[in-house]
T-cell receptor, first 112, second 115 residues
Framework: QQQVKQSPQSLIVQKGGISIINCAYE??????FPWYQQFPGKGPALLIA?????SEKKEGRFTISFNKSAKQFSLHIMDSQPGDSATYFC???????????FGAGTTVTVRA | DAGVTQSPTHLIKTRGQQVTLRCSPK?????VSWYQQALGQGPQFIFQ???????QRGNFPDRFSGHQFPNYSSELNVNALLLGDSALYLC??????????????FGDGTRLSIL
């Protein structure tokens, strides 16, 4: 079964707007939460990652918000640009598990 | 600094055949994981290799096997191919430092099509 649930499946945002993607998990052993960006024909590229000892992490226009009690985390893309149009995947792993468990992905389209 | 490289980029096979995919990890990385990504879905973990041994395996049948070489490169072998094996096969490398959950860096994958 899907260990990480991601929503929405797709979203359209105007240039300069904010894109928000949400993920939820059940496994309380998860303690590493990366986000990947994937363009068509390419492999996923690591964008930003967070561990549960912080509630927010920002890198440039990308911010992860983490809510440990709700077992949810989200990616915010500020000032969205057409070049941000891609599929975004959240993922999770635990200290005792070497694999990454991925969400189903969100296709983001930024309209100029 | 070369990233993760995979070969070939595309492959077409027929049902029942066998295939070998190759991966060279990012410089400085010693751990290789393989994932299967079906169209429109997130990557699914197949297995991970470290120190030339399979360290963990996902829910994939024994038709899927692998190998890691002393230079850390890796191969994924799939026997008795089925139509459902058509997917993008991704290799990810990471560095084992004793700290868990090190970032995994992906290659651009091998697109496998089964006819």
């Amino acid at each position: 079964q899907q260990q990480v649930k991601q929503s929405p499946q797709s979203l359209i945002v105007q240039k300069g707007g904010i894109s928000i993607i949400n993920c939820a998990y059940e496994n309380t052993a998860f303690d590493y939460f990366p986000w990947y960006q994937q363009f068509p024909g390419k492999g996923p590229a690591l964008l930003i990652a967070i561990r549960p000892d912080v509630s927010e992490k920002k890198e440039g226009r990308f911010t992860i918000s983490f809510n440990k009690s709700a077992k949810q985390f989200s990616l915010h893309i500020m000032d969205s640009q057409p070049g941000d149009s891609a599929t975004y995947f959240c993922a999770a792993s635990s200290r005792s598990d070497y694999k990454l468990s991925f969400g189903a992905g969100t296709t983001v389209t930024v309209r100029a | 600094d070369a990233g993760v490289t995979q070969s070939p980029t595309h492959l077409i096979k027929t049902r029942g055949q066998q295939v070998t995919l190759r991966c060279s990890p990012k410089s400085g990385h010693d751990t290789v994981s393989w994932y299967q990504q079906a169209l429109g879905q997130g990557p699914q973990f197949i297995f991970q290799y470290y120190e030339e041994e399979e360290r963990q395996r996902g829910n994939f049948p024994d038709r899927f096997s692998g190998h890691q070489f002393p230079n850390y490169s890796s191969e994924l072998n799939v026997n008795a191919l089925l139509l459902g094996d058509s997917a993008l096969y991704l290799c990810a490398s990471s560095r084992s430092t004793g700290v868990p959950n090190q970032p995994q860096h992906f290659g651009d994958g091998t697109r496998l099509s089964i006819l």
